[in-house]
């Protein structure tokens, strides 16, 4: 084998091989953008966590006003704890913790 075929086969290779690596820094770079994607759903999840643990809170809160007000304060406190379960369920219907 001469000289031109050597550096021609070692030519092919190393084009082989700069392609096969070209391929799998792809793939890690796919992984790497999906682990990214994958942590940004989790902290968005999280995230919606809280405030549907905050308004958890706020609506225990209402009720708890609720509970301790008399009956004339009743009525005025209803529509408060109502917007507060409202509130609530719209937080929790739209965190999807899976």
């Known amino acids: 084998m001469g000289m031109k075929e050597m550096k021609a086969a070692y030519v092919a290779k190393m084009e ?6 070209g391929a799998k820094l792809k793939q890690m770079k796919a992984k790497a953008e999906k682990a990214a994607a994958q942590g940004r759903l989790e902290y968005q999840q ?38 507060a379960w409202n509130e609530l369920k719209k937080s929790v219907d739209s965190t999807k913790i899976e």
């Open 46 to 83: 999280k995230l919606a966590q809280v405030k549907a643990d905050e308004k958890h809170e706020q609506a225990r809160r209402k009720l708890d006003e609720l509970k301790a007000a008399g009956e004339e304060r009743w009525e005025a406190l209803k529509s408060g704890v109502e917007g």
């Open 16 to 21: 082989a091989q700069v392609a096969e690596w």
